[in-house]
């Protein structure tokens, strides 16, 4: 056995042992639905236990609590999270955007401060970036930060913040200048519609535009920042409304200068939808996936027969492994520059879309396959495996809005990957 194939069976063991028990409530299917205490907890202790063991930020610099060692570690050790189907880490935003993104651009002394506390999951991270009335249409940010000596009182509100009931420290972009210029960005004007990625560059704070945003690096509990949990359409919570009320914050919470906050913000993009690397590894969900609905249709019936007897079932069923497949062999291929010289930007812009669309899709295919008892939700004793399959159609919707929606992921790739005109 080679070095990695070695480590790939130590991987499996300890997961093997160390796999905390089932617990007897139901768990989030990802780091957007952790709703109540004992689940989150339960997540935590998890993603501790984990990075303890050292499963966790292999890559990430020594200096700051990483591991150091190569990618192809930590991606061995994913793969085997995601087979085992062992639980998903809660701080995914840190350990996904909020961390490679201080890594790749925060101060020395913001990387020793808060990456070791990212991976151990003592502190949680959540992101203010949408408000009440700007989501695609970020760069309209209306929440205002305002110098006063040392500080910075910020006030507005932001809203579908994700883990905001659990967070020590959020993500925020807020206006210090409310008028950056003449003809406020609207999100038709924001390259590529809104929350577009600006290919990870920094430039794109020259643009007077976008001059009057700042992002900061904020902790959650100080005065005057408030959170309300919102209900989401499975009747979960995970995403609250966050209120600032002259909320005080150091002034050293400010990542980058006045005025870099757009650009910033478009480098978390890149993290957030996994068009750029470097992210701590570990699991953000625990889905069903095309192994569970082939199961599934081996299990259901269509006119007295096994479902997946059926050729339409079938050629179905192939178009999604297919699918499944091609996902997975295009982020190998991405990590080779010389496989994507014609379109370098293809895979990484298209990333989100192609998953968060292939899930809903195979989803809603798996609700199909139980006709009618589809519909039973979780709890009801007649629902096919327990109700799970439901929930995960409906919160499938969760990953096609989050982080930018379907059509303006669309829009990008039309844009920015074949050259469309943007009318
Ligand atoms: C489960 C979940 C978790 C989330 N977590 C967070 C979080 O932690 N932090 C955070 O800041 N935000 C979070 N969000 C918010 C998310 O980023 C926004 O919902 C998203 O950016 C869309 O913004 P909006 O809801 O204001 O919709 P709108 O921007 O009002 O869009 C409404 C519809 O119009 C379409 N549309 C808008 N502009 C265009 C355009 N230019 N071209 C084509 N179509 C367009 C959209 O595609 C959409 O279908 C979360 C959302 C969800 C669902």
């Known amino acids: 056995m080679n070095e ?22 139901l768990l989030p299917e990802s780091f957007m639905e952790v709703g109540t205490d004992p689940q989150f907890h339960y997540l935590r202790d998890w993603q501790r236990k984990v990075y303890q063991a050292g499963y966790l930020g292999m890559t990430w610099p ?19 999270m995601a087979r085992l189907k062992v ?68 006030n507005g509100a932001k809203i579908w913040t994700s883990l905001g009931s659990h967070a020590k420290y959020m993500i925020l972009l807020a206006r210090t200048d409310p008028q950056p210029a003449p003809g406020r960005p609207k999100a038709a004007d924001a390259p590529s519609g809104g929350r577009a990625p600006q290919s990870g560059d920094l430039g794109g704070s020259r643009s007077k535009r976008y001059a009057g945003l700042s992002y900061f690096l904020i902790p959650m509990q100080v005065p005057g920042i408030s959170t309300t949990p919102i209900r989401k359409l499975t009747g979960e919570f995970g995403f609250t409304q966050t209120f600032f009320d002259n909320a005080r914050v150091p002034a050293s919470c400010l990542m980058g ?14 993290f957030e939808r996994g068009a750029s690397g470097g992210q701590a590894g570990g699991l953000t969900r625990m889905a069903l996936g095309i192994g569970d609905v082939i199961e599934l249709a081996r299990r259901s019936r269509r006119n007295g027969r096994p479902a997946i007897d059926d050729p339409f079932i079938r050629d179905q069923l192939v178009r999604f492994q297919i699918e499944a497949q091609g996902d ?23 990333n989100k879309l192609r998953l968060s669309e292939h899930n809903r899709r195979l989803y809603q295919f798996a609700l199909t396959l139980q006709g009618a008892n589809g519909a039973r939700w979780v709890g009801d004793a007649h629902a096919v495996d327990g109700g799970l399959w439901p929930r ?32």
Do not use: H
């Open 4 to 25: 990695l194939e070695t480590f790939r069976q130590e991987v499996a063991d300890w997961l093997q042992a160390n796999r905390p028990p089932t617990p007897d409530f």
């Open 328 to 350: 997975r062999l295009c982020n190998e291929r991405g990590r080779f520059p010389a496989l994507c010289s014609e379109r370098p930007d293809a895979i990484p812009l298209s």
């Open 392 to 423: 995960s159609y409906l919160n499938a919707f969760a990953s096609t809005i989050g982080g930018g929606p379907s059509q303006i992921q669309a829009n990008i790739v039309g844009e920015r990957v074949l050259g469309l005109p943007k009318d």
């Open 257 to 270: 200068k006045e005025g870099e906050g757009w650009a910033i913000a478009m480098k978390t993009l890149t």
């Open 87 to 154: 639980p998903f880490f809660p701080n995914t935003i840190g350990l996904f955007w909020a961390g490679p993104l201080i890594l790749a651009i925060g101060t020395e002394e913001q990387k020793r401060r808060f990456i070791p506390g990212i991976l151990s999951g003592d502190d949680i991270w959540c992101q203010g970036f949408s408000e009440p009335d700007q989501g695609s249409d970020l760069a309209n940010a209306q929440t205002r930060a305002v110098r006063d000596g040392d500080d910075y009182v910020i």
């Open 62 to 80: 020594t200096a700051y609590g990483g591991g150091g060692r190569p990618q192809a570690f930590q991606d061995i050790a994913t793969a085997e």
